[in-house]
């Protein structure tokens, strides 16, 4: 009897593992997650104090469990693996070890490296949040989001990524907010893996990403003007890419919502303005020249690729698919970590904002894929900048092997991925 006891409870314990990592793994499910993972009403609970050097009943602003709001996210996306987009420790203080983070986003622990050189600063390598638990301070030298005003002082996850998030797609692939008064479906799965809605239950929007009319309560004005963008991850995307790409399938309008805080940039008129082209609406569809160079470009001095294989990570694009059920189904074929679609653009695809950076951080200056230099490699070693060790190289290139064949002894920049001059 007490061995079925001990069964039991072994078994108990081991459902509730399940369930734990289960939820730990969907846990904002695209919509508002557990209010008392996030927030303290009290700051005491066991008669003890939830912040960590803080005072019992006294808390700090909006209940949070951290000092702030990024270092609330960050609690849980700290680590190697999985969601985590800060890497744990911090390596700034370890010479030649890098991030070991590998999103899509980059990893927020890169604004915590300085390379000695002039263009290879930590505040330069991110969007610089504002997390005081994790060392993580405002741009040291702007003020305010280039081509807006959105304050680098108030810059932080949830500048971007809405913790309370009202928008979702209903089953019109309509993109609606619950307002007083109205009945919206609510919010079931998240909008991030190519889940659909039902009849009678929603999905969130891209990654929590902020609505129009969002803007954190902390900060008041300005109001975003553009929906999340269109887009699936694969399930899986915290990988090394030394030798298959992590595809996130882009559909729409990832451009047009960054816009939200960097207007100017992308006004759209932007052959007047003299600036690159980089949303749907200021004439950057690549048409048939661009995606023809695209897919035939393998590396410096080598044009014998083929659409079918000419995908790279390091320069994503943009498909040009709207909200609909069967552009899902599409983007959701074409996304994976290693097994997604290799294929290249046809000329119906757009360059956005992410063809050239990423969106936390990277290990160069302004977020960007690559290092804008010259050369990324020569004599099949990668260029390095400052006090940057290839071992650092390496991990913001996502582990590739600068002698692997990806690229050629000489390798210039990757903008040569669409304009082939080099």
Known sequence: MK???????IMAAALLTIGLGGMAYAFHDGGVANCESCHTMHNSIGDATVLKGGTQFQGVAYLLKNSDQSSTC?????????????????????????????????DFAWLTKSFSSSDSTGSRFGHNVVAKDFLLVKDATLTKAP??????????????????????????YTIVYPKIGSSVPPIYKSGSYGDKPTGTEAVGVYRLLGGNGYVPKSVGT??????PPVAVAPSTYNRMETSTDTRVAYGSGMSEWCANCHGSIHANSASANFIHPASSNSGAQLGTTI???????????????????????LVPFEEGLGLSSANIDTLKGHAG???????????????????CHR????????????????????????????????????????DRDPAGGAFATYQRSLCNKCHVKD
């Open 359 to 398: 969106a936390h951080a990277s290990g160069f200056t302004n977020i960007t894929r690559w290092r804008m230099a010259e050369f990324i490699t020569q004599a099949s070693a990668y260029s390095l900048t400052g006090t940057m060790t290839s071992v650092e190289y390496r991990a913001a290139m996502y």
């Open 222 to 227: 300005p109001l975003f003007g553009s929906d």
């Open 3 to 9: 061995g079925l006891k001990l069964s039991l409870v």
């Open 74 to 106: 960050i609690n849980c996306h700290q680590g190697t693996g999985g969601k985590d987009v800060f890497t744990t420790g911090a390596p700034s203080s370890i010479s030649g070890v890098g991030p070991t983070n590998y999103t899509p986003g980059g």
């Open 147 to 172: 081509g807006g005003t959105y304050l680098a002082s108030n810059l932080t996850c949830i500048s971007c990524h809405d913790p309370h998030p009202k928008a979702r797609i209903d089953n019109t």
């Open 337 to 355: 970590a290693g097994t997604g679609s290799t294929a290249g653009p046809s000329g119906t695809e757009n360059v956005m904002c992410l063809t």
């Open 291 to 313: 995606a023809a160079n695209y897919n035939a470009y393998k590396k410096s001095g080598d044009l014998t690729g083929v659409q079918a294989t000419s995908y790279t990570s």
